[in-house]
Each structure stands twice: as C-alpha cells, then as structure tokens.
C-alpha cells in the first residue's frame, strides 16, 4: 500500500482529534464515564487519519512556476 501523504503525521492528528472529541463529550455530560464510546473514538479517529493520509494530497498537483 503506497501512501501519497503523510501516514504517521495523519494516525497522529486523528489519533488526537478524536481523543479529545471524547473528552469533551465527557466533560460536557454527553456521555457516561463507563462508556464504550471513550474507547472507540480514538481508534476511529487513527483509522481516519491513516484513511485519510492514504488519499493525500487532496487537490492534486500544483505547478509551481520558478521566479
């Protein structure tokens, strides 16, 4: 499987976007503290970011003209 982006950088943010996505949700009394939820978003969110590395750059190719 050949990554175009970043994959370490992208697990990383996920990682850590969903992390805290699920803190706040149990700081803000969304959800329980036995829930399963605290758990799982943070996988879900490593699984994203590498997702979404694998798909990077989005745009394509932009060309630079030399100055």
């Known amino acids: 499987m050949r ?8 697990a990383v943010f996920g990682f ?3 992390f805290f996505l699920a803190l706040d949700l149990l700081f803000f009394g969304v959800i329980a503290l036995n829930s399963p939820l605290i758990t799982i978003l943070p996988v879900i969110g ?3 970011g590498l997702v979404w590395a694998k ?6 190719k932009s060309q630079r003209t030399p100055v």
């Open 3 to 10: 990554f175009r982006g970043r994959p370490v950088m992208g």
């Open 55 to 60: 798909f990077a750059p989005l745009g394509g």
């Open 46 to 48: 490593l699984v994203l």
């Open 16 to 18: 850590l976007s969903f």
